[in-house]
């Protein structure tokens, strides 16, 4: 279809992806974003490669790889230092086609507003409700303007305003039961190599330290923890000291090293599977539709794919605009649906839910072939539009 208009709520990665693909198609495009200044939700993110295929074809390869770390390999260790599993990435890559590169959410929106156009992205534009007939699709703001245009777009995150309108009522989040800890370092050589990906599990908690672009890595810390905990700045290193007693030496020298007043401390939720992703000229993208644990790192890559599936359609099929948004859902669903509840159980098995799962679980780290563990993430690389 040609000439359309689109709105979207929201420019985290979803809402600016699609801004951004739906513009090189021609369309028009605003974006509404509630706040008056953004700041992403936690410091880093990995994309695998079905998300960097997406940025590749948004002609942002080049930009993304500057930005990104050079991660080759993996190794899973236990709380005490010892070596679980070494992973090489090198072979994923080729059996894929494109490497992974983890990222600063920094680095990562302002990369992509600056493709979309920055000034283009209305701030402190709050929606609080969508309608449509017809012909068009508006969203409502809190200040009494609205926005019409041929589709709207929910970007608008975990607690989407414009999820309620499909759903008929509010979804609300469900409460994965831990808490993380994440934030950036500079990196060295007494934390991790500088092209590894490094985990330490033991006790149902897990340390993390990943490389991003700018000598540095992305860590976080994850421990169950009741709801509703909450942590002073100022006494967060207290209290990663005290969850993380005993951890290998790199766990301390990072402890050591983070600016407590920079670590978000994050109660991680998910939703659960929606019935629907769309209702007529009205669609959802990335958290909106399926808010995941961060456990599989998909989260990032999902909003990327739903960006290039809906804009693919709304460019590729001529009945009608409620018809392309039926066919984003159908190729859509059943994708994030799987990897939303894959994670929410491997969440439950990280993270002690059941001690003798998570026990398992450590046990088959040191079992487990460098290709079982490739061909697994492989398998979901390659299920996206992207092959």
Request: charged share 25%; with cysteine.
């Amino acid at each position: 279809m040609y000439g359309l208009k689109a709105i979207i709520i929201g420019s985290g990665m979803a809402g600016l992806a699609a801004g951004i693909a739906m513009r090189q198609a021609g369309y028009d495009v605003e974006i509404y974003e509630k706040t008056r200044k953004l700041r992403p939700a936690g410091a880093g993110i990995s994309l695998w490669s079905n998300g960097i295929k997406v940025l590749n074809k948004l002609g942002l390869g080049e930009k993304v790889a500057a930005i990104g770390g050079q991660m080759n390999r993996m190794e899973y260790r236990s709380d005490r230092g010892e070596i679980l599993n070494d992973i090489n990435l090198i072979p994923l890559m080729e059996q894929v086609g494109e490497r992974p590169y983890p990222v600063s959410r920094t680095d990562l929106q302002q990369m992509m507003l600056e493709a979309f156009g920055e000034s283009d992205v209305r701030m402190g534009m709050r929606c609080v409700e969508v309608k449509q007939d017809g012909e068009t699709a508006t969203a409502i703001f809190e200040d009494g303007s609205s926005a019409t245009g041929d589709v709207v777009i929910g970007a608008d995150g975990i607690h989407s305003v414009v999820r309620s309108y499909l759903t008929d009522n509010k979804v609300e989040s469900r409460y994965a039961g831990y808490v993380n800890w994440n934030g950036l370092v500079e990196a060295s050589s007494d934390l991790a190599a500088s092209d590894v990906w490094v985990i330490y599990v033991g006790q149902g908690k897990r340390a993390s330290m990943m490389p991003v672009g700018g000598n540095r890595f992305y860590f976080f810390f994850g421990c169950r923890r009741p709801q509703g905990t909450k942590v002073e700045a100022k006494n967060i290193r207290a209290e990663l000291q005290e969850t993380f007693a005993g951890w290998a030496q790199p766990v301390q020298n990072l402890i050591a090293k983070i600016d407590p007043e920079q670590v978000n401390r994050l109660e991680i939720s998910d939703i659960d599977p929606l019935p629907n992703l769309v209702k007529g000229r009205i669609a959802l993208v990335g958290d909106s539709a399926h808010a995941t644990t961060p456990t599989l790192g998909q989260g990032g890559c999902q909003a990327m794919e739903d960006a290039e599936v809906l804009c693919r359609y709304l460019i590729t099929t001529n009945i009608s605009v409620e018809d392309a948004l039926q066919r984003y859902e159908t190729e859509r669903k059943e994708r994030v649906k799987q990897l939303v509840l894959k994670a929410r159980k491997r969440t439950d098995t990280i993270y002690n839910k059941d001690p003798d799962l998570t026990q398992e679980w450590y046990e088959q780290l040191k079992q487990e072939e460098e290709k079982d563990v490739t061909n697994a993430i492989a398998k979901i690389i390659l299920g996206g539009p992207l092959h």
